[in-house]
């Protein structure tokens, strides 16, 4: 549906994840373990460079189909990872998809993860033609919180039992951006 593409504000890049990034993968999330933990239930003392493999792998074969936009946040000047950004559940009839983000532990309070958020927005709305992209971040996450206030997401309310994490079951802050936000028209 959408050519692989890469997305740039020349602080940093957000690219497709491909082969042979599966060490640096590996080694952002092994570094970030303890703020990633308690937020994302793929991230767990069994992650492996074969975990990080089979995922870029994934995000690879469904960029095609339009259903998962993966990206690999990288330092426009060194190409250092810096993190992970997602475009997920898109919904092909209601136009909307979730936003994710993270940044590895000894690259937070950048600005990186806002910097990647806008960008990868920018593109659901322009490329993909949704009309919504939702940041659903658990209660209690607060450094996701930051990011999605920082960038103007409007804050709609907390959604109870939003969320399950391994075991844990959370309410949800509700974020959203829309194409008016960035100066766009809707359009489908």
Known sequence: MHPFTKL???IITLRPFEFGDENDL???V???LAELRPWMSWANDTYS???ARSFIALTRAHWPSGILHGFAITDSH???LLGGCSLSHIHPIYHFCNLG???RTSQRGKGFAGRAAKLAARFAFEKVKLIRVEIVVAVGNDASKRVAQKIGAHDEGIMLNRMV???QIHDAHMFSLLPSDFGLVAQL
Do not use: K, L
């Open 165 to 167: 994490v391994g075991a």
């Open 101 to 103: 983000y993270w940044v």
């Open 49 to 51: 460079t074969e975990t």
């Open 8 to 10: 740039t504000d020349n």
């Open 30 to 32: 092994r570094e970030s």
């Open 78 to 80: 060194s190409g250092e």
């Open 26 to 28: 590996f080694n952002a």
